[in-house]
């Protein structure tokens, strides 16, 4: 059995039938099935490879099910994820109040993992904008509010759909490096800490 390193883990959280697994079945595999409607059972796991800058990094995507019988299961996989892409479908208000119980669930007890907030289906509105259930500076405003990223994407046509993974990616990277150059100056200050008193030490004798 292989063995895959993963980098970052991301997992898709959000009401059932919102496209939670077409947008990973975009991303990953760049189509979009038609055929009836699957719900997930449990989770689904896939590796993928990004590039960002010179560096690539592998995602490992968890697609949870979105029906609440599975809601007990989805904080299993959310545990540890330093990305959480939470969707709400733009033509069904009631998958809004859900992703808000999801974002909640975070802020409590994951506090690591950065929110990205998916509108899917943005397809549907673009031949119809009477469809769309949720409003686009509403979520603007509770993105604001809960320091989420918002995008609106199409599995259908993939509008918007690298972007949100590549921003996943990218935030994960600048984070780390981030956090890599934070432990770096802990050290120096210590350093210049350990050197001053290493010379105040001088004068004392
Ligand atoms: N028009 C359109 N339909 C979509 C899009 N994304 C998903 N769908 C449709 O919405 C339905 C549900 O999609 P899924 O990806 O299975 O939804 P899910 O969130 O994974 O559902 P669960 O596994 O039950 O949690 C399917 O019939 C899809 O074809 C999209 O971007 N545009």
């Known amino acids: 059995m292989s063995c895959q390193r993963v980098d970052a883990k991301v997992v898709l959280l959000g009401k059932e039938y919102v496209g939670k697994t077409s947008l990973v079945e975009r991303y990953v595999h760049k189509r979009f099935q038609t055929g009836p409607y699957q719900n997930t059972i449990g989770a689904a796991f896939v ?3 990004i590039q960002v800058g010179d ?5 490992g995507i968890w697609d ?6 599975y809601e007990s299961m989805s904080r299993i996989y959310y545990r ?16 809004f109040s859900r992703l808000k119980f999801w974002v909640k669930e975070l802020q409590n007890c994951e506090q690591q ?19 769309r259930q949720v409003d686009y500076h509403d979520t603007l405003d509770y993105a604001e509010e809960v320091k989420a990223e918002l995008f609106e994407t199409s599995s259908k046509t993939g509008r918007n ?22 432990g770096a100056s802990v050290i120096l200050l210590k350093e210049r800490q ?4 290493q010379r105040k030490g001088c004068c004392h004798h």
Do not use: P, W
């Open 80 to 95: 540890g994820a330093c990305a959480a892409i939470v969707c709400y479908d733009l033509t069904d208000s009631s998958s």
């Open 161 to 182: 759909v690298d972007e949100l993974f590549q921003k996943v990616a990218e935030d994960y990277y600048n984070n780390t490096a981030f956090q890599v150059m934070e």
């Open 64 to 69: 949870t099910a979105g029906a609440e019988r």
């Open 113 to 131: 993992c950065k929110i990205y907030m998916c509108g899917t289906k943005s397809d549907l509105i673009e031949g119809d904008r009477s469809l």
């Open 47 to 49: 590796a993928k490879n």
């Open 194 to 197: 350990l050197d001053q008193h």
């Open 55 to 59: 560096k690539v990094l592998t995602l």
